[in-house]
T-cell receptor, first 117, second 115 residues
Framework: GAGVSQSPSNKVTEKGKDVELRCDPI?????LYWYRQSLGQGLEFLIY????????KSGLPSDRFSAERTGGSVSTLTIQRTQQEDSAVYLC???????????????FGEGSWLTVV | AQKVTQAQTEISVVEKEDVTLDCVYE???????LFWYKQPPSGELVFLIR??????QNEISGRYSWNFQKSTSSFNFTITASQVVDSAVYFC????????????FGKGTRLSVIA
């Protein structure tokens, strides 16, 4: 597609259940990012993929969070044993890995709104 | 460490007023990129501008203008003659030039333009 696509757009889940959030980046973009935006908060970095590898996992808040990317394209963010504090918008973004002179413009999807009840 | 501060949490203006959104950043890098994104109620972040730290010229795009001042580590964003459709959360962000690290975002400024 033309833009970054995320699914589901909305998810309500019961505390303790696992959820999977999917991101389909812009075709040809090798870098993929996951961010989290809690109510009234800024954007919190979670994880970054370059191709299928994740050089930076520093933002994952706990071991209940994991992510993978296959085929250098689609990524899945999995949250196990969800807690109420996991409720947030999970934003995916993608970018080319350009030469340093051309910058790092990142394009975001519309987000997956997760509510844990 | 890199840090972006948007001190204004919320701003309300009346339509047609000009409004400036402040952004102050911290970085040890000598070269870096600065960004502004708009997040309308739909939730998607919309890219507005990327500025290279080498280029301190101000930029104007229609009703939008950006004032980059390296001496004060600021990258402020002005909307002239604001419109209701400008209502959104605006994020300032910073990255290094390698392309291998994530953008660091400020907490955002919620702008409400009242008709």
């Amino acid at each position: 597609g033309a833009g970054v696509s995320q699914s589901p757009s909305n998810k309500v889940t019961e505390k303790g259940k696992d959820v999977e959030l999917r991101c389909d980046p812009i075709s040809g973009h090798t870098a993929l990012y996951w961010y989290r935006q809690s109510l009234g908060q800024g954007l919190e970095f979670l994880i970054y993929f370059q191709g299928n590898s994740a050089p930076d996992k520093s933002g994952l808040p706990s071991d209940r969070f994991s992510a993978e990317r296959t085929g250098g394209s689609v990524s899945t963010l999995t949250i196990q044993r969800t807690q109420q504090e996991d409720s947030a918008v999970y934003l995916c973004a993608s970018s080319l890995i350009p030469a340093a002179s051309s910058g790092n413009t990142i394009y975001f999807g519309e987000g997956s709104w997760l509510t844990v009840v | 460490a890199q840090k972006v501060t948007q001190a204004q949490t919320e701003i309300s203006v009346v339509e047609k007023e000009d409004v400036t959104l402040d952004c102050v950043y911290e970085t040890r890098d000598t070269t870096y990129y600065l960004f502004w994104y708009k997040q309308p109620p739909s939730g998607e972040l919309v890219f507005l501008i990327r500025r290279n730290s080498f280029d301190e010229q101000n930029e104007i795009s229609g009703r939008y203008s950006w004032n980059f001042q390296k001496s004060t580590s600021s990258f402020n964003f002005t909307i002239t003659a604001s419109q209701v459709v400008d209502s959104a959360v605006y994020f300032c962000a910073l990255s290094d030039v390698s392309g291998n690290t994530p953008l660091v975002f400020g907490k955002g400024t919620r702008l409400s333009v009242i008709a």
